[in-house]
């Protein structure tokens, strides 16, 4: 429900906030007085058309903007997936124009693209009049509202589609794939074989690196190693080597303990330098055995480290990358080699569900089929009372022929997300003209006429929570125009209902009247609206019947009574039933 507008600088308003009620709810005032205006700005809100010339002369900035509140799942899930939701019953959409510069769309407060703003639009106001923005206009969705008023669990063959997408999905792309199998297959195995071939370890780069580096430099480590030893057992002006002389040395300190008990631990101390100079000088020995060159050894490491760095430069970064990825094509190999047998089991599984969807479809089919004749009986009664008496209004439902679709009767038939059915709404509006599609029948009064009889039929399948009726009295007398306001009012029961009308017998029927009007200060003209109390309603309703006269509030006050007396027996009427 749209529960506040706002506006500011837009055509000839300056500034106008209009603060609105649940159910019925009118705008009148002399023609030219702005009333199409509010209307138009609420169509900009919804992602209509901005221009610059809609700016208030001087102005360089205007502003739209509609407080809403919701209570449509489906606008409550929009709103999350961008997080936009900030208020699980509250909604803000703004629409500002810049005379220079680009146009901007809000949502709660964020910037958001028109095409957001419009998908919101469409699911909290329909406007009937003389704009685009008439929903039953929309081919596409007169199959969904045919099944709401019919009542049709859509459910179990959505399901079935939705299954059938994910399954011809994977069988198209298994025969895009078919082509290149082969070479695939051959590429995996051969991956996989180099790979495994290879008998890599973790950790054996760092290994192999180690030992290349000591064999590189053997002898250059050999040299440094027998510099170590010799200082250890040899000496170069014939001496004693340094591991004598440190035996020598612990021997006697040895000795020195003996005698003098606090030299004991010196003693030990010197022995086991001793112990560790001789096990060294056997280290060193070791070590010189081993540091001997060997260039087949080197080489056979160089071409191991060569092959890893190959296998990392095709595979990965590590020897465990590599091995993942032989892990993921043996998977793939494994799939590759089965794809085939998987092609079949999806082919069984989608004749399965092509004939599941040709049941459900036909079933669908035939509860939609029974509630078309209701749907087209309902509304032809509803425009004779809306003196549209002969007019003809058909539901039509098709079926088109597909060598590709599912079986239905004795016809392959083409079918989709919805079920099997084309539907489209058809309207003859006089005697004698052929039945011609909906979005093709006169615009103004009369489309706005044809939209009230459909909506009252279809108000209970119309989710949209704000109706708007822009001149839906054009071309009607004050009878037919009593009728029409009581009709806008039972809408209500299910919406909230704006109408801009310049009939006193429909404005009677009102719950919110406002008055707009144009006003002129320093010079500038500017259009105010105001809501009507009752005593102020009677006078305005007085000068539409033809001027502020004595009988013609008479008229007006006759007028309400009867509008609050009729509504008054049908609430008791539906209260009792």
């Not at 002006?237 to 004991?264: F, N, P, T, W, Y």
């Not at 009252?456 to 007398?477: K, N, P």
């Not at 200060?521 to 502020?548: F, H, N």
């Amino acid at each position: 429900m749209l529960s506040q507008l706002r506006i500011t600088d837009f055509a000839i308003i300056q500034e106008l906030v209009l603060d609105f009620r649940p159910g019925f709810t009118v705008f009148t005032g002399e023609t030219g007085a702005g009333k199409s205006i509010i209307i138009d700005a609420v169509e900009l809100l919804l992602g209509g058309r901005a221009e610059a010339s809609m700016l208030r002369e001087g102005a360089d900035l205007a502003v739209v903007e509609g407080v809403f509140t919701i209570d449509l799942p489906q606008v409550r899930a929009v709103l999350e997936q961008d997080d936009l939701l900030d208020d699980p019953t509250s909604l803000v959409l703004a629409r500002e124009i810049r005379r220079e510069g680009r146009n901007l769309c809000r949502v709660n407060g964020r910037v958001v693209s028109l095409a957001m703003l419009k998908s919101l639009g469409e699911w909290l106001v329909d406007v009937h009049g003389q704009s685009e923005h008439l929903s039953l206009l929309r081919v596409k969705e007169h199959l969904p509202i045919l099944d709401r008023f019919a009542g049709v669990d859509t459910v179990p063959y959505q399901t079935a589609f939705q299954q059938y997408s994910t399954v011809r999905r994977e069988i198209n792309q298994l025969q895009s794939a078919e082509h290149d199998r082969a070479r695939r297959e051959d590429l995996l195995h051969y991956q996989i074989n180099e790979i495994e071939a290879a008998g890599l370890e973790p950790g054996e780069t760092a290994q192999l690196e180690a030992e290349r580096d000591r064999l590189a430099n053997a002898e250059r480590l050999a040299g440094m190693a027998l510099n170590a030893l010799a200082a250890l057992e040899s000496s170069s002006d014939g001496g004693v080597a340094a591991l004598d002389r440190l035996a020598d040395a612990a021997g006697a300190l040895l000795g020195l303990s003996e005698i003098d008990g606090s030299m004991q631990d010196v003693a030990a101390r010197a022995q086991g330098l001793a112990e560790e100079f001789s096990e060294l000088a056997g280290e060193l020995h070791q070590y010189l055995e081993q540091a001997q060159p060997d260039p087949i050894r080197l080489d056979e490491v160089e071409a191991r480290l060569g092959l890893i760095h190959d296998l990392k430069r095709k595979y990965g970064r590590d020897i465990p990358a590599i091995q993942a990825y032989a892990a993921r094509a043996a998977e793939e190999l494994e799939s590759v080699e089965h794809s085939e047998q998987r092609r079949i089991e999806l082919s069984r599984e989608q004749q399965r569900l092509v004939e599941r969807m040709g049941e459900l479809g036909e079933q669908m089919s035939a509860q939609r089929s029974q509630a078309a004749q209701q749907l087209s009986s309902l509304i032809a009664s509803e425009l004779d009372q809306l003196q549209m008496a002969g007019a003809r209004f058909e539901v039509q439902l098709v079926w088109e022929d597909d060598p590709d679709g599912v079986a239905a009767g004795d016809r392959k038939v083409k079918f989709g997300p919805q079920g099997l059915d084309q539907v489209e709404f058809l309207i003859a509006p006089n005697v004698g003209e052929g039945l011609k599609p909906l979005v093709k029948v006169a615009s103004g009064g009369e489309t706005s006429r044809l939209m009230l009889g459909l909506k009252s039929v279809l108000a209970r399948a119309d989710q949209r929570t704000t109706l708007i009726f822009d001149e839906i009295d054009q071309g009607i007398g004050g009878r037919v125009g009593a009728v029409v306001g009581q009709k806008l009012r039972n809408l209500t029961a299910d919406h909230q209902v704006l109408c801009v009308t310049h009939l006193p017998q429909l404005a009677a029927y009102a719950e919110q009247h406002f008055q707009v009007e144009k006003q002129v200060e320093a010079g500038r003209t500017q259009a105010i609206a105001r809501r009507l109390e009752p005593e102020q309603r009677v006078a305005e309703l007085a000068e539409m019947l033809g001027g502020d006269s004595d009988a013609n509030r008479r008229s007006a006050e006759a007028l309400l009574l009867t509008a609050s007396g009729e509504m008054k027996q049908v609430a008791a009427l539906e209260g009792a039933a």
